[in-house]
């Protein structure tokens, strides 16, 4: 069977998502992701340009802003619902482990 398309996101998609809260265009949102994960992950143009236009096509961001070829984008209620969804998976896989290492400790 198929993956359902964004049903669980990549580090990076998720940190995309994040900074797309607030309206950024691509140059701010591969300077937030570093700077918010203490350098821990990047996000390079080809992949980021990628994700946003297939984001876009999904309806999970829309474009706000374009001025010559810098565009900025917001995330949609669909988007926000596809980040928070994964928060929570990211929370319970915590808590999974969490409860595993009680276990060894029995």
Do not use: W
């Not at 917001?74 to 896989?93: D, K, N, S, V």
């Amino acid at each position: 069977m198929p993956r359902v398309r964004f049903q669980t996101l990549t580090e990076q998609m998720y940190y995309i998502l994040l900074c797309l809260r607030r309206e950024s265009c691509g140059m701010d949102i591969m300077d937030r992701i570093p700077a918010m994960t203490g350098g821990r992950v990047h996000v390079g143009s080809g992949t980021l340009y990628h994700l946003l236009d297939q984001f876009q096509e999904a309806g999970m961001i829309r474009l706000t802003r374009a001025e010559g070829r810098r565009r900025s984008y917001i995330l949609t209620p669909l988007g926000r619902e596809a980040l928070e969804a994964e928060y929570r998976r990211i929370c319970a896989q915590a808590q999974d482990y969490q409860r595993a290492l009680e276990e060894e400790q029995r």
